[in-house]
């Protein structure tokens, strides 16, 4: 009988072994995406000085810092415009959320959850607009603005929010915004209304709205948009941004703004609490290799170069008649390389005669700043004749003082009144203070175009027949202007005033300043008699008309 052997196949260990390696690559491939779709990463933020100077509390800090174009905003900071400042934020989604002058808001939340954003920002005072623009790449939005009294949840819309102490004002301009109207309750802040406001439409929200709200009321919130909101410079100048946004990114307006620094300080003092201190070194300067110099000249160039990691240059300046700094930031730096250079002339606006002074700065990626490199120029330039033209520029911006009006009406050269109490009113121009016969206007101030001088028979500096008044001003260099000379005739209506003399024949009428014309006036003893009823003694007038006298002169001015 044949037997039969059939070979045995040899074991394949290769297959199993790269299914198992395909199935790791798998899960590891598989992690990857999904750490990409859901984990959570910060987002980007961008501050850009629009105009003016804003100040910048870094989350942890106590104290303000000076703040510059494209300074990263970050989770937990705040930052504030002041006076006459605006500045715009600039958010990684295309989001815009640009700052009024004196308005504050803090960075609350700003993270990526895979296609999803979530930003919080809390206004705390002011006025800001928000232009957020409708993006298909991202599956949910949460952008919400918080407020003392509401959250303001948006998708895609253009609106603006102000607040101060009493108000709170939502205006819609595009889109829709959701306000959660909010209650706080032992600790634990809730919503206790919605309210959908659309285009066109502003909610009014104030303590008497809450109060109402919290009462479990349902207030009427919601009204047309006020039509004087869209003549304001505000919303003239953000809808011109929102046709043609300006790059403030590359735009010098925003790259250069005031500073406020202690003018009592040394030019090369600065405390730690003023910057956040870098660990890189501060940038070297390679030209000029003197760093204080005296010089003619007002062209120079500065060349220097940075450590490496610096992001930015920026340069302080101040000159010793400015009390504030200019701080600019450094347009020609290669961040590769570190080389940078900063021109210097007059027509930059960067250097003035007398001692100018400039301090630059290195700026790492966290925006911390290193210790600065201080150069001084002291600019020696031929001044006298710009002296020269100041004081006679000076001088003939003090116009000399001119009469319009006297007791009401337009004053004429001899003019003649009546009345014993007048007004002198009149016009000067660049006066620091206007004087009469030698006496100071104590009600004009400094820059007042408009003077007036009160004379009067109570106080004394008028009088019956013909009144001189000298009038001149005086700058605040001490030029003093040509004296105008005002003549007025003072001619007092009569008043009669009969004498109780029972014995005497003739009861004599008086005036109050002259007496000539009284023997014009004279009575019998009978008519004294029948008239005795009805009339005062001399004494009693001549008392009465000296408390007269005594209170009009404490109670009229001489000037003002």
Do not use: C, H
């Not at 989350?59 to 002041?82: A, I, Q, R």
């Not at 607040?163 to 309750?185: H, S, W």
């Not at 003082?401 to 009113?425: A, H, L, R």
């Amino acid at each position: 009988m044949n037997r039969i052997y059939r070979r045995r196949r040899r074991t394949n260990y290769l297959l199993p072994f790269l299914v198992l390696v395909s199935i790791g690559v798998l899960i590891i491939l598989g992690f990857q995406i999904f750490g990409m779709i859901f984990s959570v990463s910060k987002g980007d933020a961008i501050y850009y000085v629009a105009e003016g100077r804003s100040k910048l509390l870094p989350f942890g800090y106590t104290e303000w810092e000076n703040t510059y174009n494209g300074v990263k905003f970050k989770l937990g900071d705040s930052v504030k415009t002041l006076s006459n400042g605006k500045g715009v934020i600039s958010f990684y989604d295309g989001t815009l959320v640009r700052l009024d002058e004196n308005t504050e808001v803090t960075l609350v939340d700003i993270a990526k959850n895979g296609e999803d954003q979530q930003i919080l920002l809390s206004l705390e005072r002011g006025n800001i607009w928000i232009n957020k623009p409708k993006q298909k790449v991202i599956r949910k939005t949460d952008f919400v603005i918080n407020t003392e009294y509401a959250n303001y949840s948006i998708t895609g819309t253009v609106f603006a929010i102000s607040k101060n102490d009493q108000r709170e004002t939502l205006r819609v301009l595009k889109g829709e915004v959701e306000v959660d109207i909010l209650e706080e309750d032992e600790g634990t802040i809730r919503s206790i209304d919605t309210i959908t406001v659309g285009i066109g439409q502003q909610v009014d929200l104030d303590q008497a709205v809450m109060n109402a709200y919290f009462n479990r009321e349902q207030p009427s919130v919601k009204r047309a948009m006020d039509s004087d909101f869209a003549e304001s410079d505000w919303y003239v100048w953000n809808e011109l941004e929102d046709e043609s946004p300006t790059d403030f990114a590359n735009s010098k307006t925003g790259s250069q703004y005031q500073v406020e620094e202690n003018s009592d300080k040394n030019d090369s003092e600065e405390t730690d609490q003023e910057v956040n201190l870098s660990e890189l070194d501060s940038p070297e300067i390679i030209e000029p290799e003197e760093l204080d110099i005296v010089s003619e000249d007002d062209d120079f160039e500065i060349e220097g170069i940075a450590a490496e990691g610096t992001k930015q240059i920026v340069v302080k300046y101040k000159n010793e008649e400015s009390e504030d700094y200019t701080k600019t930031l450094i347009e020609n730096f290669d961040s590769d390389t570190g080389r940078f250079s900063y021109q210097i002339a007059l027509e930059e606006d960067n250097i003035d005669f007398g001692k100018n002074v400039y301090r630059f700065i290195g700026v790492d990626e966290m925006s911390f700043e290193t210790s600065p490199v201080t150069i001084t120029i002291d600019y020696i330039a031929e001044n006298e004749e710009s002296e020269a033209d100041t004081i006679n520029d000076a001088s003939a911006s003090l116009i000399a003082p001119t009469v319009s009006t006297v007791g009401g009406e337009n004053y004429s050269e001899d003019m003649v009144i009546t009345d014993s109490s007048i007004v002198i009113s009149g016009n000067v121009k660049g006066a620091s203070s206007v004087y009469v016969n030698d006496y100071r206007l104590t009600r004009f101030s400094a820059g007042d175009n408009d003077w007036s001088y009160n004379a009067s028979t109570a106080i004394g500096n008028l009088v019956p027949g013909e009144n001189t008044f000298e009038i001149y001003a005086t700058s605040e260099d001490g030029q003093k202007s040509a004296i105008e000379t005002v003549t007025i005739n003072y001619e007092p209506s009569t008043v009669s005033v009969v004498e109780d003399t029972v014995d005497n024949d003739e009861v004599v009428e008086t005036s109050s300043e002259n007496t000539n014309e009284a023997e014009e006036s004279v009575v019998t003893d009978e008519q004294t008699v029948e008239a005795e009823e009805s009339v005062v003694t001399d004494e009693q007038t001549v008392d009465d008309s000296n408390v007269k006298e005594e209170e009009g002169a404490e109670e009229i001015p001489q000037g003002f």
